[in-house]
């Protein structure tokens, strides 16, 4: 068997140009690891459901709903409106901790704020 010799593809130098193209600085930005955005939905759509569920069997069972009724309407809001809200916002705390690592080129830093 003979073996094909294939040329390796150029590395891309620090401010993204290369074979991909020109990214400009945003290379620079965007921090290495990923953030955890699974695990801040799972949590947020846990926690929703379980918030929003206690609060409607609450309302329900005191407008003189009985427990039956209450705990299934409580279910159906929970797991729609709870979870879904609470996925949607817990996956945004470790997206904007991401973003937030490092400011954006060409912005000046707000006064004030803490060097991360």
Do not use: Y
Request: proline share 10%.
């Amino acid at each position: 068997m003979s073996q094909v010799a294939v040329p390796a593809a150029p590395a891309a130098d620090s401010r993204g140009e290369g074979p991909v193209g020109d990214l400009g600085s945003l290379v620079d930005v965007v921090p290495e690891e990923r953030p955890p955005l699974m695990r801040g939905a799972l949590v947020g759509a846990t926690v929703g459901f379980v918030l929003v569920f206690a609060a409607v069997v609450v309302a329900t069972v005191a407008a003189g709903f009985d427990t039956g009724g209450a705990v299934g309407v409580a279910a159906f809001v929970g797991m729609f409106g709870g979870a879904g809200f609470g996925a949607m916002a817990g996956a945004l705390v470790p997206l904007t901790k991401h973003w937030d690592a490092r400011p954006l080129p060409g912005i000046p830093p707000v006064a004030g704020a803490p060097e991360g």
